[in-house]
């Protein structure tokens, strides 16, 4: 009998399940040669099988994979973001589910960046969109297009208190660009304020809005902008275990009496400098995502937003929430992110998840807030148009018949648990958070520390995940932040598959580095 490090008694296991020549003892430290069933030892649990699906991808006819590589090198501007060493290149989509030229079956949890909310290819959203094709596909918002009115009517149903006015656009960014614009046009006031590590697009009228280094150029970042430290209890100054509004707390130890967050006391203070120091007696307003997305899904400590916007009115301006990636029941307990910190916002911008991947993105303010575009012409050309209210309506029809924010509140919770235990059991995995099916997972080289883990690590560990047909995102300033927010109707089952995933991923890191 033979003594093994765990690194090599995980390699046997693997051997013995190829090969049922290799026998491990459940301490996984020893060996003798035999035919007994595999087992694996506790430390590493089986990997769950991929869920079934019904969904047969049609054959694939297009251009062949290396032409579609040569096209992209040659053609497509370099700028545009490519994931993994050998990208894929799919060619079907169904529901959570994406199949690439060969037919093979990947589970999408990056939701094509958090924007395929119901899933791809959704059959009640695609008849919808079949419908409205027969009919008229394009005529500008300065006609009457009774598709549009019926989904404004709908989506403004969804919205709290007196944001009663919509104005529809294209896309996230277009819709903060015109909010910037909203705000400063009603106050009279110029200054905004936002979060570092925000994100909220990147035209050049945002550039200073959005405060994550890695999408900023060597250009003026907008005028009249100014970025609050971000309120961060995992990496930020201060931050403790009963900070966050989720089902799992950070890792950090934390002294505050039950109720109290001295973090969130700090953290405000510092805004109040910021107000002090940097802006004038008048301010236009404050932008805040109620979860930040590209930013590394990080969650504020509990009553941060809250004393925030209350110091932003008393300077004057108005709060704007980007529910761009939070809105629509992603988070669980609420149908918008920003319900869940107890504010009451002046201007709400939408996009993404709101049209399933049509793109469509909207601005929802008051009567009031709303007349200050009248000043002079305004428009949108493909603004409204009427494949997108149809599609819109589509969705929000979905969301209620399948109750998807249940689904995400229930399975998104199920999931944060088990990922929890992930990092529990693995020194790289530092955090893990978020609510509902808004998660992310951050990676150190260590919890003390918690010194994000290199590229190179982190990128291993991605594109294992990715040959065994998980795909995430990845997120945060350090670019060391998994992004999991997959289409709102995935099951437990799926999870599991995805979290099991993960798990020989970072396994199969381990081994790598033992």
Known sequence: MFRLSK???????KLQKETSTVCLTPQARTFTVSRPHAKAP????????MPDTDFKPAEYKGMSYEKAREVRTSLINPAILEYYKKPVMFHQGYMQWLFDQDGKRYLDLFSGIVTVSVGHCHPKVNKALHEQIDKIWHTTNIYMIPAVYEYAEKLVSKMPGNLKNVYFVNSGTEANDLAVNMARLYTGAYDIVSLRNAYHGISPNLLGLTSVGSWLYELPGGYGYHNAINPDPFRGPWGGKNCRDSPVQTIRNCDCAAGQCHAKD????????LFRHSTPKKIAGMFAESIQGVGGTVQFPKGYLKEAFELVREKGGICIADEVQTGFGRTGEHYWGFEAHDVMPDIVTLAKGIGNGF??????????????????LHISTFGGSPLAGAVGKAVLEVIEEENTQATCLDVGTYTLLELAKLRDEFEIVGDVRGKGLMIGVEMVTDKESRTPLPADKMGAIWEDMKEMGVLMGKGGVHANVFRIKPAMIVTKEDMDFGVSILR??????VERTS
Request: aromatic share 4%.
């Open 504 to 509: 020989q991923a970072l396994q199969n890191h």
């Open 7 to 13: 690194a090599t008694s995980l390699r046997l296991w």
């Open 266 to 273: 700090m953290y405000i203070d510092q805004l109040k400098d």
């Open 42 to 49: 506790p430390s590493m649990p089986a990997i769950a099988a």
């Open 359 to 376: 793109p469509l993105a909207a601005v929802v303010t008051t009567p009031e807030i709303a007349k200050s575009l009248t000043r002079a």
